[in-house]
């Protein structure tokens, strides 16, 4: 019995333009299908979605699941570009359904897959069907940016800060509350001379949300600072700088133009600074702490001395967003907490039952995979012969190759775990064996190898700060839980 699939697909621009609609896909593919004797297993239907790719698309995804497991083994489509646009996925596609032994039926194009003859011209169709999309989006594109030049806003799914645009419309207007906010936020920042982390504090604290109802941050009120758009202008390619450019708008102005290039001015001033995400080894504990009250991570912090010497500590991050009560803590102190907790760790009822995750040697499973490595071997050769000889295009062999590398990466991995060892030769641990190596050396350790052991060893460590009394700069610290990673 021939267990049928059928996938249909429309977009909202090609339903109001071409009148392709799902029911009228569904209806002539149904009848084809009985006038073929096929068993209809199901409809897969993807409404309002482009053919770009295959990503956003969850229809498409479930018939590929039920390929490979088998449930169908006859796709019927009723043009190819409605099951994609792209020759690559084209390609992808129809060869995932010769190795599933499922067939692939096109209505419109008669394309029979069971012949050389109709995959080659399935092929030359995908290329033009991908030469029509590319096309529609050099149009597009050329539509924004007329529309830009001509003063109306390009914003796609959320305007600007600030404004509002009813749907079928093309001016934005203004929205009188966000409007007052944007003023407040140039007036703190240039008047008041608040820093943009001030500013994030003060909205946070007064629960005051983004445009898309979010907690601010430095960079989105700095987006809002150096947005044009409250001058009565449009920008058109903001992540280009190429084609990056502005006009006027048809929309009102929020701000004066004044205001708004005397910011631009301070902006400008601002010292721009560098800093590594890689923690020092003066920090050694930064990227693994965690806040015990909202268990974001914890960034660091310096206090200098009158002698310009600097003392480290750690705090939340959602602390300097002003949403969270939890205390900094220092460095000093953190190694303190730290080294106690692992001399004490022996005594915990629970170390006992830490699992032995010491690998167990399976030589079946070994020889197993030692030979498919062998194989996998073989085949990366012959794929390079197949290209050689001109029997594939460099494309096709760029994605064979790429799967049979994936392929041995795994088995590779696999086979290291099994033997006990990585590919680099490195011992697998156990989590007793990590707290052993933790209490044995690390007050041998300098900085920067306390460095690499917690970099290595640890994934998080909740922390917490009790507080000292009033005149204490930071409250004691107690580790909560340590976390350390898996081998």
Known sequence: MINTGIYVRVSTEEQVREGYSIRAQEEKLQNYAKLKEWNILGIYADEGISAKDIEGRPEVKRLIADVVSGKINNVLVYK???????TKNLIELIDLFNE????????????????????????????????????LAERVKLGFERKAKEGYSVCTITPSYG???????????????EAGIVRRIFNMYLHDDYSMHKIVQILNAEKIPTKKGKLWNAKTVKLVLQNPNYIGKVRYACN????????KG???????????????????????????KRPRSGVYFCGVLRCPLCESKLSTKWNYNKSKVGYPSYRCINALKGVCNAKTMSHAKTTTAFEEYISRIEDFSETAELPDNTPTYDNAEITAITAELEKTEKKTAEI?????????DFSTYQGMVKASNERRNI???????????????????????IIANFRDNWNSLDNEKRLQFVQKFIKKIIIHSESQGKNAIHGNVIIR??????F
Not at 80 to 86: A, E, F, G
Not at 101 to 111: D, G, M, P, R, V
Not at 120 to 125: A, E, H, N, R, T
Request: net charge negative; hydrophobic share 35%; glycine share 4%.
């Open 163 to 177: 404004y509002s645009r009813s749907k079928g419309t093309k001016i934005q207007k203004e929205e009188p509350i």
């Open 481 to 486: 839980e340590v976390v350390f990673n898996e």
């Open 411 to 433: 088995l590779q991995t696999r086979l290291g775990l099994l033997t006990n060892e990585s590919e680099d030769g490195e011992a697998h641990y156990t989590t007793p064996e």
């Open 100 to 135: 599933n032994q499922c067939a692939f039926n096109s209505l419109c194009e008669s394309i029979d897959t069971s012949s050389a003859t109709g995959r080659m011209f399935l092929k030359i169709v995908g290329i033009f069907a991908e030469f029509e999309r590319e096309n």
């Open 250 to 276: 048809q929309h009102e102005a929020i701000l004066d133009e004044g205001i708004f290039y005397q910011v631009q001015e301070k902006i400008s001033k601002i010292k721009k600074i560098t800093r590594t």
């Open 80 to 86: 190819i570009d409605r099951l994609t646009r792209s």
């Open 384 to 392: 390079m012969n197949l290209f050689v000889s001109d029997a594939i």
């Open 240 to 247: 280009d700088a190429k084609n990056y450019f502005e006009a």
